[in-house]
C-alpha cells in the first residue's frame, strides 16, 4: 500500500513537472511551489493524512521560508574580487551570523515539528529533504554545463 502510494505521487509529481516544462521550457517553479511540493512528497513518504498532513505541510513551507530569508544577497564569485581585508572579516563575521540563524530557524522548526511528528520521522523529513536538495543541485550543475 505504501509503495503503491508512493509511486502514484511520484508519478503525479514527474507529470506535473513535465507539463509545467511544456507549456514553457524557460519558466521555473517558484520558491513557494517548490516548498509545497516538497511539503507534499514529504508528508506522503512519511504516510501523514488528515489534519497531521495538512499541519506539516503548513509548517514546513513556513520553515523553508525563514530559511530563505537568511541567504546571502550576494551568490557570485565576483563579490570577492579586490576585497580589503576589513571587508573579507566583515563577509566572514555575516556568514557566521546567518549560519547561527539557520540553526535557530532548524532549532525553532524542530521543536514545532516535535508536536506532531515523531522522532523518526523527524529523522526522515531532514534526510529525505537532504536527497531532494542533492537532487536538485546535481540537476542544477548539469544543466547549467549544457548551456556553455
Known amino acids: 500500500m505504501k509503495t503503491t502510494r508512493t509511486i502514484i505521487l511520484t508519478l503525479m509529481l514527474v507529470f506535473t513537472a513535465f507539463g509545467t ?9 517558484s520558491r513557494g511551489q517548490m516548498a509545497e511540493t516538497q511539503a507534499k512528497h514529504i508528508a506522503a513518504d512519511l504516510n501523514l493524512t488528515g489534519k497531521t498532513y495538512d499541519r506539516f505541510v503548513e509548517t ?13 544577497k550576494c551568490r557570485k564569485k565576483n563579490c570577492r574580487n579586490s576585497e580589503t581585508e576589513e571587508q573579507a ?26 508536536k506532531f511528528l515523531t522522532q523518526k520521522q523527524i529523522e526522515q523529513m531532514y534526510d529525505k529533504e537532504r536527497k531532494m536538495m542533492k537532487r536538485l543541485s546535481e540537476r542544477r550543475r548539469a544543466n547549467h554545463g549544457k548551456r556553455r
Open 21 to 29: 516544462q511544456a507549456q514553457n521550457a524557460k519558466q521555473r517553479m
Open 60 to 72: 514546513y513551507e513556513n520553515y523553508k521560508k525563514e530559511l530563505w530569508q537568511t541567504a546571502p
Open 89 to 114: 572579516a566583515e563577509k566572514m563575521r555575516k556568514r557566521f551570523e546567518r549560519s547561527q540563524k539557520v540553526l535557530d530557524i532548524r532549532n525553532k522548526y524542530y521543536q514545532e515539528f516535535s
